[in-house]
């Protein structure tokens, strides 16, 4: 079967359409994917490995780093996860549009069925235009409806208030997204679509949530199309499964440091970098705590020497962060998992759109305290959150058991069965159909 991915956004949007591909690839698929990157990164490495194709679309998106730090201000300014993903869309989506549109017009061409990211509804156009099965994955389960979760960005009331909450909810989204998308549809001469969370981030045939059983236990009013297969994640080959001498001497040295990252959301300009880091020592050293970074490898050289504070490039999170009292992060899907998967709690500084969600998920599951907001983060309330999950056992002990149950996942595994089951079932239905179908001659 051949099969075209597309996806777009930040790491954390196309890592696990990477780990997607190479599970198809590895199961005896023809695999090509299309990515396009916000920022400049090339997953050549991983299609190659793999041994699937792959295609950088409008990669960069944008390619001075001052520029992204302009728009990552403007989303941290505003506040408000529906106005940044706005701005997110003018600034990020928008400006590359037709030339994902035409990639995905060759992609259906050349496919049997095609998986895209929730957000690519241009993808969802080609599909439906070439009559191609189309397969959506998304990476948070906060964008489907149903009586039994909160809709997010909303106070949870109790459950009497979850239908009303959706309401409000896709009435927003709709409001602000639809006109646009349908726009476009009526364009390339389709039918309006009705609503978008159940008609264009979801797929009519199967819609993969990329989350954890262990966050999240699939609510039994979904239909039977919407399915939860686990976090999509691959090895990273270009990072070490073994600790670099000098981190692990740093370990051995004194008690569990802390580990900060923002991954790709490190600000890129030289100012609002060194602001950053300075923050991080401050706030390491008022919660009396030794502490990890992770850094652009070239900008290590010129920081400040502290010898309760170590630098690091990439690492591979799943060797670090079990040796680590807490991981200080942005919310992002990817790290959150990472954080539970390794058994330690969190402390979250929510910069935009779903990390507020995952923000919240984790101080549900009891592994991490109150979000802080990049906004209004300062070196004291980043300690005081620190001080708090230092002296949780009930955070450790919530991560830990979190941890034993995600052990024996396998997400990639799952969801390629899940497609592989249900290409075997439209392939029965459309024979059966055909059957039906069939001329009766009467001699």
Not at 28 to 45: C, K, M, P, Q
Not at 121 to 136: C, D, R, W
Not at 384 to 409: C, F, Q, T, W, Y
Request: charged fraction near 20%.
């Amino acid at each position: 079967m051949k099969f075209g991915i597309q996806t777009w956004g930040s790491t954390g949007d196309i890592r696990p359409f990477i780990a997607l591909a190479t599970g198809l690839q590895a199961a005896g698929h023809d695999v090509t994917l299309y990515a396009t990157d916000i920022d400049n990164r090339d997953y050549s490495e991983f299609a190659e490995k793999a041994g699937f194709a792959i295609n950088h679309i409008a990669t960069p998106v944008i390619e001075d780093p001052a520029e992204l730090d302009r728009i990552g201000l403007a989303c941290i300014n505003a506040g408000n996860p529906l106005v940044q993903a706005k701005i997110i869309i003018n600034e990020m989506f928008l400006p590359v549009i037709e030339e994902m549109y035409e990639a995905a017009l060759e992609l259906c061409q050349n496919s049997d069925v095609v998986i895209r990211h929730f957000f690519l509804h241009p993808t969802q156009i080609a599909a439906e235009k070439f009559n191609v099965p189309e397969i959506t994955v998304q990476m948070a389960h906060y964008t489907l409806p149903s009586r039994h979760l909160p809709a997010p960005g909303l106070p949870n009331l109790g459950k009497w208030f979850y239908p009303f909450g959706w309401w409000l909810n896709r009435t927003a989204l709709n409001t602000l997204f639809m006109p646009a998308i349908n726009r476009m549809r009526g364009r390339e001469g389709l039918p309006p679509a009705a609503d978008l969370t159940t008609k264009v981030w979801s797929s009519g045939l199967l819609n993969l949530f990329a989350v954890s059983p262990s966050i999240c236990l699939r609510p039994v009013d979904w239909e039977p199309r919407h399915q939860i297969c686990g976090f999509l994640s691959i090895p990273d080959s270009s990072l070490s499964d073994e600790l670099p001498p000098s981190i692990s001497q740093f370990l051995d040295e004194g008690d569990k440091p802390i580990f900060i990252t923002f991954g790709s959301l490190m600000p890129k300009s030289t100012g609002y970098f060194y602001e950053a880091i300075d923050l991080f020592r401050k706030a390491a050293q008022r919660a009396n705590c030794r502490a990890i970074i992770q850094v652009p490898g070239d900008t290590i050289a010129a920081l400040p020497v502290d010898r309760h504070i170590f630098y690091t490039a990439t690492i591979n999170h799943k060797i670090i962060f079990p040796r680590c009292a807490l991981v200080v992060h942005h919310g992002g899907a990817g790290t959150s998992h990472s954080t539970l998967l390794a058994g330690v709690p969190s402390v979250v500084v929510a910069h935009a759109a779903d990390q507020f969600f995952w923000a919240s998920e984790l101080q549900r599951l009891g592994v991490a305290p109150k979000i802080l907001r990049i906004k209004s983060l300062t070196a004291e309330n980043l300690a005081s959150r620190i001080g708090a999950v230092l002296h949780s056992p009930a955070m450790k002990d919530n991560a830990r058991r979190i941890s034993a149950a995600m052990k024996d996942e396998d997400g990639v595994a799952k969801a390629v069965e899940l497609v592989e089951k249900f290409l075997t079932t439209t392939k029965t239905q459309r024979s059966q159909s055909l059957i039906k179908r069939k001329p009766r001659f009467h001699i």
